[in-house]
C-alpha cells in the first residue's frame, strides 16, 4: 500500500561552507512536498552550526561529525534519520521547489526493488549563467552493470533517492576505503551488483553551482594525494567488477586508462606498464597504442 505522505529524510554533508550553505537550506524550505527532515551534518569547525541554527526550523537536525568525512557523516545522519526515503543535497547547491514532489512521484509508481536518480543542471555561481545539463537516461537493473561499470552515467548525488531498506541494504552511506570516498558512482553500481533496479527522473529538478570560492568534496582539488586516492579509486572498479569486466572487456577502457596514468604520475612505471598491456587486451587501437608512451614521456617532460 503505498504511502501518500511518506517521510523524507534529505542528506547534506558540510565543512567550513558556512557562507554557502543557505542556498541549499531555503531552497528546501521552499520544497512544495513538505514531510521531511534535514539532517545537516557538519565536518567543519566554521560556524556553520551558527547559521543553520539561527533558521529555527523544526525540519532541520544538524549534528557535527568531525572525524571520518563523509563517509562518517553520512552513516551518523542514516542513523537518527526517520525518513521513509532518503535522498541528498551538497552544501553549495539547490533543489528547484517541485523536486522532493517529482521523485515521490516516480519512486513511488515504481516497484518496491528500484532507486532513483535525475538529469542535473550546471549553472556559473558567478554569471548564474546555465552552463549544461547533465542528463539521466539509462534505465534498468543487472543488465545495465558493464555500462555502469564502464561510465558514470548513474550518477549524481543529490539526484539520487533510495527507499530506506534499499540504502541500508548498500550500506547506509558512502562506500569506505576506495579512494573517492563520495563516489556516487560507485555506489550506484554496488546497489545494481545488488540486484536493485534503477529508473532515470528525466527532468532536470537540480540546480548545481560551479565557479565558486569553496571547493566541492567530489572536487580532486579538496583532497590531498590524488594518485593515491584515484589507484585506489580505479582499482576497487577493476576488482570489485572483475566478472563484469571479464564478459564486457569494454567496460575496464576508462578505468585502465585513468589507473595507468595515475600510476605513470606516481612514478610507478612499472605497474603503469602492467595496466597498459591489460588496457591494449580490452581496446587495441591506436590511441591505446600511444597512450604508455605519451604518457610516460609527459610526465618526464613536466619534471624538467
Known sequence: MVNNQPLVTIITNTKN???????????????????????????????????VEAYNDPHIKYISVSV???????????????????????????????KIEKQLELIQ??????FIYGSMTYYDNNTKEELRIHKAEVEGGKEILPMAVANPVICGTPTLMFCRRIFESIGGTWIA?????????????????????????????LRIYINHD?????????????????????????TEYTDVIKEHPKAGI??????MRYYASAGLYGKAYGIWKKLLIANFSPKSLALFPYTCFRNLFSKK
Not at 563520495?182 to 527532468?203: N, P, T, Y
Not at 579538496?222 to 593515491?228: K, Q, V
Open 17 to 51: 561552507r558556512a557562507n554557502l550553505i543557505s542556498r541549499c537550506i531555503e531552497s528546501i524550505q521552499k520544497q512544495t512536498y513538505q514531510n521531511y527532515e534535514h539532517i545537516v551534518a557538519d565536518g567543519g569547525t566554521d560556524n556553520t552550526k551558527q547559521v
Open 68 to 98: 571520518g568525512g563523509p563517509v562518517a557523516q553520512t552513516r551518523e545522519a542514516f542513523k537518527i534519520s526517520k525518513g521513509d526515503f532518503i535522498t541528498f543535497l551538497d552544501d553549495d547547491d539547490e533543489y528547484t521547489p517541485e
Open 109 to 114: 509508481s515504481l516497484p518496491e526493488d528500484y
Open 177 to 205: 576505503g576506495i579512494g573517492n570516498e563520495m563516489s556516487d558512482w560507485a555506489l550506484g553500481c554496488r546497489a545494481l551488483k545488488q540486484g536493485w533496479k534503477v529508473a532515470a527522473l528525466k527532468e532536470s529538478y
Open 214 to 238: 569553496g571547493v566541492r568534496m567530489s572536487d580532486p582539488r579538496f583532497y590531498e594525494n590524488n594518485a593515491e586516492r584515484y589507484i585506489k579509486f580505479h582499482t576497487h572498479f577493476l
Open 254 to 259: 576508462f578505468h585502465y586508462q585513468n589507473l
